[in-house]
Antibody
Framework: EVQLVESGGVVVQPGGSLRLSCAAS????????MHWVRQAPGKGLEWVSL????????YYADSVKGRFTISRDNTKNSLFLQMNSLTTEDTALYYC???????????WGQGTLVTVSS | DIQMTQSPSSLSASVGDRVTITCRAS??????LNWYQQKPRKAPKLLIY???SLHSGVPSRFSGSGSGTDFTLTISSLQPEDFATYYC?????????FGQGTKVEIK
């Protein structure tokens, strides 16, 4: 059974930093690209970032480019999101998600809540 | 960046109704269009990928069509468990943008 378990979400002040983690199991982690997708309270889904199976290619939404860094450790079946220079606009539930056919996403974690507030 | 526009933003329908949701891309995305269902306080679920391929385990009342810039998600006979918010997403290029969502409510 595929499982994606996010952690690291907390309350942080504007301008602060945070690192999210996602522990993956139930599939061959290094065969798949992985995503981070976020959802602000009461809002729609916003794609954040994508990393290739080997970590060699990374992509970002314009809203986080230059502030967030996606990475992975295939030896530990783990995905990460380093978040710097946080603003209140980054407050959201952050989902770790597994890539699938034609660039779709077939599995999502339950999310970890990041709140940026003074 | 490719913008994805869904319509309507919300709709009210009855059990048994045929429901159609449209998604338009700001430029051609070939068939790189995916549909997701999200229920309150739950993670999204993949319904359709590559515009018309039904994901494993998804009921056959769900179908997708379209290519280029215009796409449709159809629920042939709405069931009580289908009341949810539906999102399209393009996977043609990065950033991988989502539509704003369509909320399907009980009439």
């Amino acid at each position: 059974e595929v499982q994606l378990v996010e952690s690291g979400g907390v309350v942080v002040q504007p301008g602060g930093s945070l690192r999210l983690s996602c522990a993956a199991s139930g599939f061959t982690f290094d065969d798949y690209m992985m995503h981070w997708v976020r959802q602000a309270p009461g809002k729609g889904l916003e794609w954040v970032s994508l990393i290739s199976w080997d970590g060699g290619s990374t992509y970002y939404a314009d809203s986080v480019k230059g502030r967030f860094t996606i990475s992975r450790d295939n030896t530990k079946n783990s995905l990460f999101l380093q978040m710097n220079s946080l603003t209140t606009e980054d407050t959201a539930l952050y989902y770790c998600a597994k890539g699938y056919r034609a660039g779709s996403i077939d599995y999502w974690g339950q999310g970890t809540l990041v709140t940026v507030s003074s | 960046d490719i913008q994805m526009t869904q319509s309507p933003s919300s709709l009210s329908a009855s059990v048994g109704d045929r429901v159609t949701i449209t998604c338009r891309a700001s430029q051609s995305i070939s068939s790189y269009l995916n549909w997701y269902q999200q229920k309150p306080r739950k993670a999204p679920k993949l319904l359709i990928y590559a515009a018309s391929s039904l994901h494993s385990g998804v009921p056959s009342r769900f179908s997708g069509s379209g290519s280029g810039t215009d796409f449709t998600l159809t629920i042939s006979s709405l069931q009580p468990e289908d009341f949810a918010t539906y999102y399209c997403q393009q996977s043609h290029s990065t950033p991988r943008t989502f539509g704003q969502g369509t909320k399907v409510e009980i009439k």
